[in-house]
């Protein structure tokens, strides 16, 4: 299942940057992350420095 960003995201961009996949985008107001396109690699998440993003 795919990572979701919770509402702790500072829209920063930090994972966008760190998804192999392009998976992450910019929403409004917080990045969102596409669940067709998510491998499932955690990059995203331990690359997170407000901890927003989560396993689905």
């Not at 917080?30 to 901890?51: H, M, N």
Request: glycine share 8%.
């Amino acid at each position: 299942m795919a990572y979701q960003i919770t509402d702790k995201c500072a829209a920063c961009g930090t994972c966008k940057d760190e998804c192999p996949q392009g998976a992450i985008s910019e929403g409004s107001p917080i990045y969102k992350i596409d669940p067709d396109l998510c491998i499932d690699c955690g990059a995203c998440q331990s690359a997170c420095p407000t901890d927003a993003i989560v396993a689905g």
